[in-house]
């Protein structure tokens, strides 16, 4: 089995995944001063709540955005199983597509896993649309190749500006507001209604940019942990991969080991 590690801004996910089937996954917030050891303390407990064994894991690959995260990440592969950790975007999982963008090298490694794990699940020109500590919206096109995209405020580091810049705001759960008016009578409806209709007008009002600009038929595809909270309150999206990363970390996986 595999295990593939997307280490976040705010989370690092772990997942053990039987080829491409996720059998389990587990996310602790992003520390980059945990150790190998304390990772593995943790992931072992995880996996035998599972039913699952480290003895059972046979390959580790990572994705990182936290640079420092990587060396306790790597240790972990090698001291508690037994292997060398792939990490994206190195040799010999390089990206594989091309880059046409400025500075391809300060490409966050997340963003160029989902743009590899998108076009392979959805041929044709996208927009990949990640919400996690920042919203990002990446283009690719038909052949598969980035290129470019937008970063924008995640959507809690939004509402966290806005309570932590306002001292008589309260700190509100991010969800729907009740009703579709967006008229707020009370300070929560209107903060509940700014944050929330404000944003899905922000990704609505960026997707239709994009689309222009690109200018042939393209798809939209949504991942990350609030992408479910925004479906079925708006019809921007065409698809929902909640676990895009991890997928396309198994899809290198595989083309790593089917080019050796």
Not at 142 to 160: E, F, M, Q, T, V
Not at 217 to 231: D, E, F, Q
Request: net charge negative; no cysteine; hydrophobic share 50%.
């Amino acid at each position: 089995m595999l295990l593939a590690i997307d280490a976040g801004n705010t989370n690092v996910v772990f997942a053990v995944l039987e080829g491409r089937r996720i059998v389990a996954r587990w996310r602790i917030a992003t520390d980059p001063r945990r150790t190998a050891d304390e990772y593995a303390v943790w992931l072992s407990q995880l996996l035998q709540l599972e039913g699952l064994s480290r003895d059972g894991i046979d390959g580790v690959i990572i994705a990182t955005v936290v640079p420092r995260a990587l060396h306790n990440l790597e240790v972990l592969a090698s001291k508690y199983f037994h292997t060398t950790a792939l990490v994206a975007g190195r040799a010999p999982v390089e990206w594989g597509i091309p880059l046409d963008v400025d500075e391809p090298q300060s490409l966050g490694a997340d963003r160029a896993v989902n743009t590899i794990a998108a076009h392979a699940l959805h041929p044709g020109d996208l927009i990949v649309i990640d919400f996690g500590t920042a919203t990002t919206l990446d283009v690719s096109d038909y052949r598969g190749a980035y290129k470019g995209g937008i970063i924008a405020p995640g959507l809690n580091l939004s509402l966290d500006a806005l309570v932590g810049a306002a001292a008589q705001l309260p700190r509100i759960a991010i969800e729907a507001p009740a009703t579709r008016s967006v008229i707020g009578t009370s300070t929560v409806d209107q903060m509940r209604i700014g944050i929330f209709w404000g944003y899905l007008s922000l990704i609505e009002g960026l997707v239709a940019r994009l689309k222009q600009e690109v200018g042939r038929p393209t798809k939209v595809i949504a991942t990350g942990g609030l992408a479910t909270l925004l479906t079925g309150h708006t019809t921007v999206f065409d698809a929902i991969e909640p676990d895009l990363t991890i997928q396309g970390l198994a899809m290198m996986w595989e083309r790593a080991h089917i080019a050796s």
